[in-house]
T-cell receptor, first 111, second 113 residues
């Protein structure tokens, strides 16, 4: 089955720790995206990548980092510099400019 | 970046009602348009694309008005299971041929018995 997977589903982090969220797709999509969603809020773009080995900052990139070494994978690292990282993180992919397909998301909680 | 605006609602309607949502966008160079549905604590899922000629999928009808820069979603004969948040998405082109999607904040629909 083609789709997008994200892991883990739930993640707990202590303050000062970096954590990496996984996103993998087997849809052969060129573009991949990371969003953050806070309760009752819309999706805010963190980073996006239109092609392997290239990525751009979105609206709220501070405190986050990404890599795109393979077409299938676009991991997101939440660094200790992110002041308020507790949120629902969603990964998506698309063959631009078409519709995006989302993974099931990772809920990150900072303890 | 250009904005996409939606009325957050909630729209509280009885079963069987017809309800319509609008979404306005500010970037006249926008290329493609979509409606997504998001259930509580779940990922957004594509509901339908929006074409210039308008398109219909069962009880759902989407329309695009480029002159006034808005898209709409009409739901007829509402079901309890339609209760969700509806997100509009606008893809706009950037220099170099790339595209960037912009999401509205969503409109909440509650269908009650």
């Amino acid at each position: 089955d083609g789709g997008i997977t994200q892991s883990p589903k739930y993640l707990f982090r202590k303050e000062g720790q970096n954590v990496t969220l996984s996103c993998e797709q087997n849809l052969n999509h060129d573009a991949m995206y990371w969003y953050r969603q806070d309760p009752g809020q819309g999706l805010r773009l963190i980073y996006y990548s239109q092609i392997v080995n290239d990525f751009q900052k979105g609206d709220i990139a501070e405190g986050y980092s990404v890599s795109r070494e393979k077409k299938e994978s676009f991991p997101l690292t939440v660094t200790s510099a992110q002041k308020n990282p507790t949120a629902f993180y969603l990964c998506a992919s698309s063959n631009r400019p078409n519709e995006q397909f989302f993974g099931p998301g990772t809920r990150l909680t900072v303890l | 970046r250009k904005e996409v605006e939606q009325d957050p609602g909630p729209f509280n309607v009885p079963e069987g009602a017809t309800v319509a949502f609008n979404c306005t966008y500010s970037n006249s160079a926008s290329q493609s348009f979509f409606w997504y549905r998001q259930d509580c604590r779940k990922e957004p899922k594509l509901l339908m694309s929006v074409y210039s000629s308008g398109n219909e999928d069962g009880r759902f009808t989407a329309q695009l008005n480029r002159a006034s820069q808005y898209i709409s979603l009409l739901i007829r004969d509402s079901k309890l299971s339609d209760s969700a948040t509806y997100l509009c998405v606008v893809n706009s082109s950037l220099s170099g041929g790339s595209y960037i999607p912009t999401f509205g904040r969503g409109t909440s629909l509650i269908v009650h018995p």
